[in-house]
């Protein structure tokens, strides 16, 4: 992947960051699992601009099932691509006998298969979890970030939600094998806190779109297929009402949002990771993106499609995330909603920053 001038400036910002203690990193040897995927590739790549701009000699171990984009990754970063299948161990020799940190991303992302193959989901989750925890325990890891997520929450009937705030999910839906397994999944990396000491965070990050986000046909995140209609300049379409409120974050916030929870955040806690002024309803999101970014000359319409319940679509919600445990921390995010489209716009067209506001 080429870094285009957006995605650099990014990675310049997240480094420019003095609330990050990046000398803590100094000789230490950092693994990142699903580092072929959106944020553990942002977080490689942030890491290794590090390594270069401070000289912190860390040696980055990027863990993946996809042995062609993981090397590929290497020879950009210059780091140690590790291929394998996050649920069986992968624990050996080659890696060092003390892994410092460790960003657990590795997970079944597309709605679809959560609702096609719920049982592949759940393992990769609960299985992949319990081997990182075991080799974290095993390899004396110093802080160990869990990426799990907003979809925890399920249906509330709040408006607005903390870490400690739980709501229903339907466990008669095979979508829910995503969130119900990452919530066990939660448990599990309190469990290994509590009885091996394990020092682990618990990341809850909202949808997360910006530079860095692959144009990729493939992906049907709503932000990704309103970003491709605006570049077609073709009206959006809707498959819902759209009623159901996204909490959003762009990708250089959330990668920073990361590192204070690696470095700073207290273990066994969770932290939401979202940007309050980048919430919206995914008509509101809609039609932010056809007026204000494409500026009037896309539309928004409503089209149910026949096979709905297919497309593995997450439950409506309206709440909104708190993030006050991690504006403590320092953190802040800088990018809200119209800008984080802009920015994504622009990475994909090769363009250079543009200007923004919050």
């Not at 624990?91 to 006998?97: C, E, G, K, R, Y």
């Not at 991303?105 to 989901?121: D, I, L």
Request: glycine letters at 8%.
């Amino acid at each position: 992947m080429r870094k285009s001038g957006v995605l650099e400036s990014d990675i310049h910002d997240v480094l420019a960051d003095n609330n990050i203690p990046w000398s803590m990193f100094r000789n230490s040897a950092v693994l990142i699992t699903g580092a072929t995927g959106l944020i553990g590739g942002l977080l490689v790549r942030t890491l290794s601009a590090a390594n270069l701009n401070y000289k912190l000699n860390i040696e980055i171990i990027a863990h993946g099932r996809n042995t062609d984009k993981g090397t590929a990754l290497a020879r950009e970063c210059g780091i140690r691509f590790k291929a394998g299948d996050i649920t069986k161990p992968i624990s050996d020799d080659s890696l060092p006998q003390t892994i410092d940190f460790i960003f657990h991303c590795a997970a079944v992302t597309a709605s679809a298969v959560m609702v096609a193959n719920p049982v592949e989901v759940i393992t990769i989750s609960i299985d992949g979890t319990k081997n990182i925890l075991d080799l974290a325990h095993e390899r004396n890891c110093r802080s160990f970030v869990f990426l799990s997520s907003m979809e925890v929450y399920g249906k509330t009937g709040l408006s607005e939600v903390t870490e400690s705030d739980l709501g229903y999910i339907d466990l008669s839906d095979p979508r829910s094998s995503y969130p119900e397994s990452k919530r066990l999944c939660e448990l599990l990396c309190n469990a290994y806190a509590t009885r091996y000491g394990v020092p682990v965070k618990i990341a809850r990050p909202a949808l997360t779109f910006g530079a860095g986000t692959p144009n990729d046909a493939g992906n049907t995140r709503v932000a990704n297929q309103f970003a491709r209609k605006a570049l077609a300049g073709e009206d959006i379409e809707l498959h819902t009402p759209g009623s159901s409120v996204s909490n959003c974050c762009y990708t250089a916030d959330a990668v920073r949002g990361l590192l204070t929870i690696l470095l700073k955040g207290k273990d066994g806690q969770a932290y939401n990771l979202s940007n309050p002024l980048a919430c919206a309803t995914i008509r509101e999101m809609a039609d932010l993106v056809a007026n204000k970014v494409c500026e009037g000359r896309i539309g928004v319409a409503i089209n149910v499609p026949k096979d709905i319940k297919k497309r593995g679509y997450a439950p409506d919600v309206g709440h909104k995330l708190n993030t006050d445990k991690l504006n403590a921390l320092g953190w802040t995010p800088k990018y809200g909603l119209e800008y984080m489209f802009r920015r994504m716009i622009a990475d994909w067209r090769g363009e250079p920053s543009p200007r923004h506001k919050r």
